[in-house]
């Protein structure tokens, strides 16, 4: 394949009580219907908050399995809970295997590694990173030895939550640790990363648009194809818009494009919960943490 064509999408944040979020999907299904790329791969948070809503991951799968092209899947902290952190407060809900396994018998793999157009592609699931659980070992374990099978190719990592914000040694703050891959995970995970010829980092979270480059690798944040987050829940740092991001990849080299599917409207939180049934408080809404 001389060419291989991936459009990310992130943040879809699905649920069948809030219309928004799906009129936006809808949106970004006509897209990638009318483009039709070799492949979507959703960079987590999925469903809207799986942990307190269950039935959020099968209504996301459900659309998703409408799409007209091949999909992976990563998991974000509102579908199996969140990283505990060195400094920050103890999530409400922390990431643990019950949910873990609920994501898995809905999603499927948590991890997972291809090859296209010369490159290794590998996805991971940066939710159980710090969170001693089994299969945080067995993740480092497994990246371990697909890392040494790359052979100098090179490799495109996508993960929910970015790496950092500017450089691998950043320090974390209370206030913001939980936007990252927390620390020592992060230092490990860099550190394995060091010895392969690391190209894109692809992430999501945040929901806004970022792309700078830090050594040799690009790092790209994908904002949330379904909403953005008021200035007053979270500061500014990239583009705060609704959108998706398209690849095309050819033997050692690629290209980024940053775009918008036609009728996708940049609902920011409040709106999301406008026209809900449920009169709830934007500010204890589960997604203002992203
Ligand atoms: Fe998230
Ligand atoms: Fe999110």
Sequence with gaps: MAEFRLTQISDTHLARRLARLTQNFDRVRDHIDATRPDLVVNTGDLAFDAPTSPDDLDYARSLHDALPVPCRYLPGNHDIGDNPTQVGPTPSHPVNEKARQAYLATFGDDRWRFEAAGWCFIGLN??????????????????????????????????????????????????????????????????????????????????????????????????????????????????KEVGLVEYRFRTDSFEVRHVRAAGQIDFDLDEVWAKGPKAASPAKAPAATG
């Design 126 to 239: 940066s939710l159980v990173m710090n969170s001693d659980l089994v299969s945080e070992t067995e993740q480092f374990d497994w990246l371990a030895g697909e890392l040494a099978m790359t052979s100098g190719r090179p490799v495109a990592l996508f993960l929910h939550k970015p790496l950092f914000l500017n450089a691998p040694d950043d320090a974390e703050l209370a206030t913001t640790a939980i936007r990252y891959v927390p620390m020592p995970a992060r230092r490990r995970l860099v550190e394995m990363l060091r010895g392969v010829n690391l190209r894109l980092i692809a992430s999501g979270h945040v929901h806004q648009r970022r792309d700078f480059t830090y050594g040799h690798t690009r790092h790209v944040w994908s904002p949330s194809a379904g909403f953005i987050l008021p200035e007053r829940l979270q500061e500014r740092i990239g583009l």
